[in-house]
Antibody, heavy 116, light 110 residues
Framework: EVQLVESGGGLVQPGGSLRLSCAASGFTFSGYWMSWVRQAPGKGLEWVANIKGDGSEKYYVDSVKGRFTISRDNAKNSLYLQMNSLRAEDTAVYYC?????????WGQGTLVTVSS | QSVLTQPPSVSAAPGQKVTISCSGSSSNIGNYYVSWYQQLPGTAPKLLIYESNKRPSGIPDRFSGSKSGTSATLGITGLQTGDEADYYCGTWDSSLSAGVFGGGTKLTVL
């Protein structure tokens, strides 16, 4: 059974940083694209970033380019999202998901709140 | 403004059929598979349809997907009150080099 468990969310001040983690199990992690998708309170889904199975390709939505960095550790079956220079508009539930763009499997999400 | 366009809401009576449209362009739906998701309040999205018209194991055949040109459609037959949820379409966009989702459609079963 595929399991994706996010951690690392919380309250952070504007301009601050946060690192999200996602522990994956139940599939051959290194063989799959992985994505982060977020959902602001009361809003729709927004794709944030993805990374190829071997880490050789990464893509980002324009609004986070230069601020967020996606990475993975295939030895630990883990996905990460380093978020710097956080803004109020980054407040959202962040989902770890398996797939390049419209993922097949999703975690339960971790809430990131950017507020002073 | 979402890259993929969905109606904000649809409604129908129990037992009836409803369709939800997802309109895009040649850089996304026109050249890539579409997935559909159901999101119940307070939960993560759940995959309903992948590769435009395939159902994952465990998804009833009341749910169907189709694609034509730059548009895709989700169909739900035999509506149940438990189908009340938000529904999203998603795919890849080659012009943006990014994943894209529709704005979501809220289904009400009257």
């Amino acid at each position: 059974e595929v399991q994706l468990v996010e951690s690392g969310g919380g309250l952070v001040q504007p301009g601050g940083s946060l690192r999200l983690s996602c522990a994956a199990s139940g599939f051959t992690f290194s063989g799959y694209w992985m994505s982060w998708v977020r959902q602001a309170p009361g809003k729709g889904l927004e794709w944030v970033a993805n990374i190829k199975g071997d880490g050789s390709e990464k893509y980002y939505v324009d609004s986070v380019k230069g601020r967020f960095t996606i990475s993975r550790d295939n030895a630990k079956n883990s996905l990460y999202l380093q978020m710097n220079s956080l803004r109020a508009e980054d407040t959202a539930v962040y989902y770890c998901a398996c797939g390049k763009a419209a993922p097949d499997y999703w975690g339960q999400g971790t809430l990131v709140t950017v507020s002073s | 403004q979402s890259v993929l366009t969905q109606p904000p809401s649809v409604s129908a009576a129990p037992g009836q059929k409803v369709t939800i449209s997802c309109s895009g362009s040649s850089s996304n739906i026109g050249n890539y598979y579409v997935s559909w998701y159901q999101q119940l309040p307070g939960t993560a999205p759940k995959l309903l349809i992948y590769e435009s018209n395939k159902r994952p194991s465990g998804i009833p055949d009341r749910f169907s997907g189709s694609k034509s040109g730059t548009s895709a459609t989700l169909g739900i037959t035999g509506l149940q009150t438990g189908d009340e949820a938000d529904y999203y379409c998603g795919t890849w966009d080659s012009s943006l080099s990014a994943g894209v989702f529709g704005g979501g459609t809220k289904l009400t079963v009257l």
